[in-house]
């Protein structure tokens, strides 16, 4: 803690050089990261991604703030995948698809599968699937966790498989670590 004392009262002095987030060493913080970003090594790190715009599609439309898939309209299929960037760091991270469903009460198949794919290497970092009754509500955002580990400076692909078994809405997809 560094200190600084004048006319016999000592304040302490905030160390944030350097740092767009973390301890200031006086109580505080050095920063504020976006609301999508967290905070590590004193870095703000987090990238995020909008479905309808920013993503690549198989299949479905866009609708209002998403990308859907319907099962008149559509067949299973890569509902949304990318976007093959290559500034994420190594190390651990969380990557949040906001989805959303009409119908969580029918069936508890599968509707869709998510999963964290390293395009330098074509390999499938993590994976999950997605049932229906996984969602707690019906028309509403819902955000699905799914942790992985990466090489730096691979392109990435964020990937929403639909399984044509429920209507789907893609929000975004968010990564942080």
Request: one cysteine or more; aromatic letters at 12%.
């Amino acid at each position: 803690m560094g200190l600084t004392c004048s006319g016999g009262a000592c304040v302490c002095v905030p160390k944030c050089g350097g740092k767009a987030c973390g301890d200031d060493g006086c109580g505080g913080q050095c920063g504020t990261c976006d609301w999508y970003e967290g905070c590590k090594s004193n870095q703000c790190l987090g990238w995020k991604w909008e479905a309808e715009t920013e993503m690549a599609h198989e299949q479905g439309k866009k609708d209002g703030d998403g990308w859907s898939c319907n099962t008149a309209d559509n067949s299973k299929n890569m509902m949304v995948y990318g976007p093959y960037y290559d500034g994420i760091p190594g190390g651990t991270y969380t990557a949040y698809f906001r989805m959303l469903i009409d119908n969580n009460t029918a069936g508890n198949d599968t509707v869709v599968k998510i999963d964290a794919h390293d395009f330098n290497l074509m390999d499938v970092l993590a994976e999950k699937k997605i049932t229906r009754k996984q969602f707690t509500g019906t028309f509403t955002y819902q955000d699905f966790a799914l942790q992985f580990a990466c090489a730096g400076g691979h392109k990435m692909e964020f990937r929403v498989e639909w399984y044509d078994t429920a209507y789907i809405k893609v929000d975004r997809v968010v990564v942080k670590p």
